[in-house]
């Protein structure tokens, strides 16, 4: 259905004094803090998790060297979505048009959906990741766990992206995250000397991740004590806001563990436009392709708050 002079009525009439709606400022490139983007020439990527060696053993004098096996644990998959929308204009509402270039303002609001478009799906798998989400509706990992979960099956047991007890953010509960990323293992077990690097957080959660990062003492007490995780920077890139989280007392750590939260560029954004012959409608296109997801969990580590 093309854009006629019957949804632009206003705009055939003299006397109009202003358009308006379409000047909004938006979020951009909020995707870009919690993801490493890499190029793509398939339809799907996948990305697969070796295990490495458990402790090595004492050797008896005398006795044979024990010896160990490596193995692929689990297999993460993107594949890519095709990101596109179109709108046509009818040849009598440019002719007829008193005000402006209908293309130019109506191209403008094209980008901006395509941008609002990869923002709500760079969130979705950290607000579907949660662990309160069902199962079927969650975003999981290669495991088969959600995104973040406190079983992540490994071959030496299990490790934790996310707190025991889901808390709100304050003091406390982020201290306690940061000690349970130090604390992650790899598949066999071993320490892997994580540390959290950056902070993401919903526009609610913004002022309580000011105070906690800025402040010079502690937040919430009378006590002259300093502000350990600011002290000893615990958090170096600080917080950044992420206005498509849609859990308001959400928080998340991105971690310093390689090969985690990824997006694939498959095809970059590219938009065109073309005339019909038959009925003068002018039509524009923006398309791109491209996916998002999660290699290693241990990249970042998600609370849901209390």
Not at 100 to 114: E, Q
Not at 140 to 149: H, I, K, P, R
Not at 182 to 208: C, H, W, Y
Request: net charge negative.
């Amino acid at each position: 259905m093309a854009i006629s002079r019957a949804q632009l009525v206003k705009e055939l009439e003299p006397g109009l004094n202003a358009l308006f709606g379409l000047e909004y400022k938006r979020y951009e490139n909020q995707h870009a803090e919690i993801y490493v983007t890499e190029s793509s020439d398939r339809a799907f990527e996948e990305e697969v998790m070796l295990s490495g060696f458990a402790n090595a053993d004492v050797k008896a004098e005398g006795q044979g060297i024990s010896y160990d096996e490596a193995q692929e644990t689990y297999t993460a998959r993107y594949t890519m979505e095709t990101i596109a929308l179109a709108f046509a204009i009818t040849e009598e509402a440019i002719e007829d048009n008193l005000y402006d270039r209908l293309s130019s303002r109506y191209t403008k609001a094209l980008a901006r959906s395509m941008s609002n478009a990869k923002e709500v799906k760079g969130a979705a798998p950290l607000n579907n990741g949660l662990p309160s989400i069902a199962a079927a509706s969650a975003f999981q990992t290669g495991d088969g766990s959600n995104l973040f979960a406190t079983s992540h099956a490994t071959i030496a047991g299990t490790v934790s992206n996310t707190l025991a007890t889901q808390a709100d953010l304050n003091e406390t509960s982020l201290e306690q995250a940061l000690i349970d990323i130090a604390a992650m293992t790899d598949e066999r077990g071993l320490r892997i000397a994580a540390k959290g690097v950056k902070m993401i957080v919903p526009s609610a959660n913004q002022f309580n991740a000011e105070r906690l990062m800025k402040s010079q003492g502690r937040t919430g007490t009378a006590d002259n004590d300093i502000n350990a995780i600011n002290s000893m920077g615990m958090i170096p890139q600080g917080y950044r806001v992420n206005n498509f989280l849609t859990d308001a007392d959400s928080w998340y750590v991105i971690t310093d563990v390689p090969n985690g939260m990824k997006m694939f560029s498959r095809t970059p954004l590219t938009t065109s436009m073309e005339g019909d012959f038959d009925t003068g409608n002018v039509r524009y296109k923006a398309r791109e392709r491209y996916a998002f997801g999660a290699s290693d969990f241990r990249g970042i580590f998600g609370v849901e708050g209390a």
